[in-house]
């Protein structure tokens, strides 16, 4: 089963590489669908993050 989650994070573009890189190191599997960064007010964005995950269960599993 495929689970879809959107998260949209506001922060500077390193704030913002910081956290990506916080979730590629998770142990649980998070695929990247698609992210968008916009420039609210330099030197604040807004990140908008599709990703999804893949397990056997119907039910969405947790995020940390």
Do not use: C
């Amino acid at each position: 089963f495929q689970h879809d989650l959107s998260i949209v994070l506001e922060g500077t573009y390193s704030q913002i590489q910081r956290y990506l890189q916080t979730i590629e190191l998770m142990a649980e599997q998070i695929y990247w669908d698609d992210m968008v960064f916009t420039i609210k007010k330099y030197p604040v964005g807004t990140l908008e993050l599709n990703v999804h995950t893949l397990s056997l269960s119907k039910e969405l599993i947790g995020v940390y």
